[in-house]
């Protein structure tokens, strides 16, 4: 499994020849981020707004659709296993529904989530997400979790790897830098991918990996 940032909440996932994505950035979005094009079998989609329903900006492989999840429910495509919780929402100043996914692919746990902004997840989805291998979690404040609470939360679902998102040109490295502090990291080299398989995640016990970001 290969795992890229592209700002955001953008992030591409690779499996083989099987390509996933979540909450890709539109064309209308104000973040200023590129809209990539990639040819896409499955793209999630946490909330309906620019900053996350950039689905028209991807490609679907020659003779196929890209499958787009962007409400709750179970889904099954292609031996990836996606169940997703909605969550009432009031980013970008409207009342609307967050989708936090799990997703179960190559035999390895992601739980995203989106742009979530209450550290206290309801019992049953807290239950659906803990011990994740891999924890997608939005660090930047304002709309969303800010560092502090998004490190608490983090813990406390108890993944292998964190993955800080949503961070960047809106608040700068110092949002990252406040995230790392709660750990008692100075600093970490951004990496441009995280290449890695299921025996490697578990001999890892709560490691904040930082992936490259284009608004960084």
């Not at 900006?57 to 889904?75: C, H, M, N, R, V």
């Not at 929402?89 to 692919?105: E, F, H, P």
């Not at 994740?132 to 108890?158: H, Q």
């Amino acid at each position: 499994m290969v795992i890229t940032y592209n700002g955001l909440e953008f992030f591409k996932v690779q499996s083989g020849n099987l390509t996933l994505v979540f909450n890709p950035v539109s064309k209308s979005s104000k973040s200023a981020l590129p809209a990539p094009r990639f040819r896409t079998d499955i793209a999630l989609v946490s909330l309906n707004h620019p900053d996350f329903n950039g689905t028209l900006s991807l490609s679907a492989a020659p003779g196929k659709e890209t499958f787009i999840i962007d409400t709750a429910g179970e889904y099954e495509v292609d031996e990836v296993f996606i169940k997703g919780f909605g969550l009432s929402s009031s980013y970008g100043g409207k009342n609307s529904v967050n989708t936090i996914y799990k997703v179960i692919m190559e035999g390895i746990t992601m739980s995203f989530l989106g742009p979530l902004k209450d550290g206290d997840l309801p019992d049953d989805v807290f239950g659906e997400v803990e011990g994740s291998e891999i924890l997608f979690v939005p660090i930047g404040g304002l709309e969303t979790l800010d560092s502090s609470r998004a490190y608490k939360l983090a813990v406390k679902l108890s993944p292998n790897v964190i993955i800080p998102m949503h961070y960047g040109e809106s608040s700068g490295n110092g949002t990252l830098l406040k995230f790392l502090k709660e750990e008692g990291v100075k600093g970490l080299r951004p990496e441009e991918k995280l290449s890695i398989k299921k025996n490697a995640l578990l001999t890892k016990d709560g490691e904040i990996i930082v992936l490259k970001s284009p608004d960084a």
